[in-house]
């Protein structure tokens, strides 16, 4: 069952329902969320967008999205804490009274790559701060769905551009397995609150060659899913790939 999305993202390239939902993007860069903004945008929905940086790209990126988008709050950068990332959380979900999809978007990388004496622990510590943004949005958007009884979606959008040094890789797969453990352990959290949890991440073995597919298949995806026709879809982490994106 899970094959035939694929074709039914090709098949259905627009989804009216999407129309004047509050969507939240988290994470965008001048490099990453681009397209997403853009496709959810030209489904006249509700953006919240938080960027990483306020920028002259931050503000081309909200200034072509805002003229298709039904309204549009833009945010700057979130500091990596659980204080901050709650409160952003928080305003986000305010921002047009509930959300009905956030999109984290999780590059695949530490600002810094531990050295080959740092202990599990310390790795393990690093990943675990690195993934705490999305980790709080998640709980906190889904919350508020919960509360209200509204389908809603949380999708974690994963990216690492190629190519990837060895031990940058390597904590790049290990950032993506704790990212696939969190989606499925959400996923069967709010599962009886009518809430998905769903995951999109390049396949970490193909990426020292320079090979990754492309923002707009995920934007596809991420429209799909969020759509009514992606709603029995829930706990999967889909791999993108250079042929297209596979479920696992």
Same mark, same amino acid.
């Not at 999109?103 to 740092?118: E, H, Q, Y």
């Not at 949890?197 to 492309?214: F, K, S, V």
């Given at each position: 069952?899970? #094959?035939?999305?694929?074709?039914?993202? @090709?098949?259905?390239?627009?989804? !009216?329902?999407?129309?004047?939902?509050?969507?939240?993007?988290?994470?965008?860069?001048?490099? +990453?969320?681009?397209?997403?903004? @853009?496709?959810?945008?030209?489904?006249?929905?509700?953006?919240?967008?938080?960027?990483?940086?306020?920028?002259?790209?931050?503000?081309?990126?909200?200034?072509?999205?805002?003229?298709?988008? =039904?309204?549009? @709050?833009?945010?700057?950068?979130?500091?990596?804490?659980?204080?901050?990332?709650?409160?952003?959380? @928080?305003?986000?979900?305010?921002?047009?009274?509930?959300?009905?999809?956030?999109?984290? =978007?999780?590059?695949?990388?530490?600002?810094?790559?531990?050295?080959?004496?740092?202990?599990?622990?310390?790795?393990?510590?690093?990943?675990?701060?690195?993934? $705490? !943004?999305?980790?709080?949005?998640?709980?906190?958007?889904?919350?508020?769905?919960?509360?209200?009884?509204?389908?809603?979606?949380?999708?974690?959008?994963?990216? +690492?551009?190629?190519?990837? !040094?060895?031990?940058?890789?390597?904590?790049?797969?290990?950032?993506?397995?704790?990212?696939?453990?969190?989606?499925?352990?959400?996923?069967?959290?709010?599962?009886?609150?009518?809430?998905?949890?769903?995951? #999109?991440?390049?396949?970490?073995?193909?990426?020292?060659?320079?090979?990754?597919?492309?923002?707009?298949?995920?934007?596809?995806?991420? $429209?799909? $899913?969020?759509?009514?026709?992606?709603?029995?879809?829930?706990?999967?982490?889909?791999?993108?790939?250079?042929?297209?994106?596979?479920?696992?």
């Amino acid at each position: 069952m899970l #094959i035939s999305v694929l074709e039914d993202v @090709r098949q259905a390239p627009a989804y !009216p329902e999407l129309a004047g939902q509050r969507v939240l993007v988290t994470g965008i860069t001048a490099g +990453l969320g681009v397209d997403i903004v @853009r496709a959810f945008a030209d489904h006249k929905t509700r953006l919240v967008l938080q960027f990483e940086e306020m920028n002259e790209p931050a503000q081309a990126i909200a200034e072509g999205a805002a003229p298709a988008a =039904l309204d549009l @709050r833009a945010f700057g950068p979130v500091a990596r804490s659980a204080e901050a990332a709650g409160e952003f959380a @928080r305003a986000a979900v305010a921002a047009f009274n509930g959300l009905d999809v956030a999109i984290n =978007l999780v590059p695949l990388s530490l600002s810094r790559v531990p050295g080959a004496a740092a202990s599990t622990a310390d790795v393990e510590s690093m990943v675990a701060a690195h993934l $705490l !943004p999305a980790a709080l949005t998640t709980r906190v958007a889904a919350n508020r769905m919960g509360l209200v009884w509204r389908d809603g979606l949380v999708l974690n959008i994963a990216a +690492l551009r190629p190519p990837v !040094p060895g031990r940058a890789l390597a904590i790049a797969a290990l950032i993506k397995a704790a990212l696939a453990h969190m989606t499925r352990v959400e996923a069967e959290a709010w599962a009886k609150h009518a809430v998905r949890c769903n995951t #999109i991440a390049p396949q970490t073995g193909g990426l020292a060659d320079g090979r990754c597919a492309g923002e707009p298949e995920m934007a596809a995806l991420a $429209l799909y $899913l969020a759509s009514d026709r992606g709603k029995g879809l829930s706990g999967h982490v889909f791999e993108a790939e250079p042929a297209g994106i596979a479920p696992s």
